[in-house]
């Protein structure tokens, strides 16, 4: 038997585009053929099993995304000025090959004589006493076919209740197969081992050129695990969170001023995605390399961040924040779950507008009255119709400043984020992104960028009565 790959996924892929699994058997033409997916977590533990049935050119295809999309979330710390190994943001598992099918056994050693019965050799056989066996004799002995019992067995023979008297060639070849069609199961003939998912979308065009390298900090090209614009303007108050792949890489996260400050913290995790607080409000508490803190003052325009390994050498690309310091009527930021699985934000720093809905059932309820004087009666005060589980439920529409044009196309991924969360007067909120449309500017068809959008707090307010 053998199993050969035909496809796979890279080493690390995002969980929720497809995640293929694709082999071809030598066996594949066996009666009841069936391909065995046993995936396994890190441990290793069985999390699923599929027996897949051959497609019309005999391979074997199984698409992990949607059960593996289950052990991936995503990691929401508004609090972390450090860094942390994001364990909710990957998940590592273990794909192992097999295949299942009905046996045929071909014995071509001759027929022998065991007491009154035939037996039949091989050189090795699984047949027990009592099973049910289908012989098939090659032609000179027509009444050796069909069903038998095994009487007798041994390691290299059994023996059926066919009479050997009517055997007329003990030459003759065959074969014999279980009556029940039970099928020999081979599993792990292929292992795919140290393979990961993280909580990713590629998007459909650019999936096909996805390349994981892109993003393994070995060179200073490249690429931090999120799809924030490489220059992306913040307010003070903002705090974004940057995912780096660097897969057990130990090293620093570096942030350098236009006044020439270069300051960094160390990241100690060793798992394969590391989260980094790097925004104007939360990158915490910086380690001096060169210049005078701090890193953000009223002086400064903008700072750049990158990897560093243990010894100080740059592998990933640098990214600019700049401090966006226009006037601001509000204090809205929201942060989102952007396409890599990192938490990016935006400001709505222009005038905001809150609308309320009341939320009520209605219902007519009998009135019990009272009796005064062998007569029934009520009070004014007594209730008919009643009101039951009142909430409110509040609409924010909040406005950005003017922005780039990467920033609109950032902002799209705040629209359709699953996972966002409001922050008022410094506390955060999960909220949900009521819009259900958006547009792409484009800067050479409008000069200035802005936007709008509403949203709600995830948990309605409950009204006491």
């Not at 690429?223 to 620093?252: C, H, K, R, W």
């Not at 002086?299 to 592998?315: C, E, L, P, R, V």
Request: glycine content about 6%.
């Amino acid at each position: 038997m053998a199993i050969s790959l035909i496809a796979k996924p890279q080493t690390v892929t995002p969980a929720y585009n497809e995640i293929k699994y694709i082999y071809d058997s030598t066996n594949k033409n066996e009666d009841g053929f069936k391909y065995i997916f046993d995936i396994y977590d890190s441990t290793p533990t069985k999390i699923a099993e599929y027996r897949v049935l051959p497609k019309l050119d005999g391979y074997g295809e199984v698409d992990l995304s949607r059960l593996l999309q289950n052990y991936v979330s995503f990691d929401f710390d508004e609090t972390l000025t450090t860094e942390q190994d994001a364990t909710g943001s990957y998940y590592q598992y273990e794909v192992r090959v097999g295949e299942e099918y009905v046996v045929t056994y071909d014995y071509t050693s001759n027929l022998t004589q065991n007491g009154n019965f035939v037996q039949i050799n091989l050189t090795s056989q699984p047949f027990s006493v009592g099973d049910q066996v289908i012989v098939t004799d090659d032609g000179l002995n027509p009444s050796f076919n069909g069903l038998f019992t095994v009487t007798e067995s041994n390691a290299n023979d059994f023996t059926v209740n066919f009479l050997w008297s009517q055997i007329v060639d003990p030459t003759e070849d065959g074969n014999v197969a279980y009556a029940d069609n039970r099928k020999s199961v081979t599993r792990d003939i292929v292992t795919v081992s140290s393979v990961y998912v993280f909580n990713g979308a590629v998007p459909f065009g650019l999936f096909p050129s996805y390349d994981y390298t892109d993003y393994e900090l070995t060179v200073n090209t490249d690429l931090p695990l999120a799809t924030i614009p490489s220059e992306f303007n913040a307010t003070v108050d903002q705090d974004i969170f940057i995912n780096y792949m660097n897969n057990g890489t130990t090293g620093f996260i570096k942030f350098q001023n236009d006044s020439g400050y270069i300051g960094q913290k160390a990241v100690a995790s060793t798992g394969l995605i590391t989260q980094a607080s790097v925004g104007p409000n939360n990158f915490g508490s910086l380690t001096t390399v060169l210049g005078t803190p701090p890193l953000v003052d009223d002086d400064m325009t903008y700072y750049n961040i990158w990897f560093a390994n243990s010894g100080g050498t740059q592998i990933s690309e640098q990214y600019r924040i700049t401090i966006d310091r226009r006037c601001k009527i509000n204090d809205y930021e929201i942060c989102f779950l952007d396409r890599l699985g990192a938490i990016g934000s935006f400001a709505f720093q222009l005038r905001d507008k809150l609308t309320g809905t009341l939320n009520k059932e209605v219902y007519n309820q009998n009135i019990a009255g009272s009796v005064s004087a062998n007569e029934w009666t009520y009070g004014t005060t007594a209730q008919g119709r009643r009101n039951i589980y009142p909430s409110i439920e509040e609409t924010i529409e909040l406005h950005t400043n003017w922005m780039t044009e990467d920033e609109a196309s950032y902002f799209t991924e705040l629209v359709t984020s699953p996972q966002t969360w409001i922050k008022i007067d410094g506390v955060y909120y999960s909220c949900i992104v009521e819009d259900r449309g958006y547009e792409k500017e484009r800067q050479r068809n409008r000069n200035l960028i802005r936007k709008t959008i509403k949203v709600k707090r995830s948990v309605q307010d409950r009204i006491n009565g």
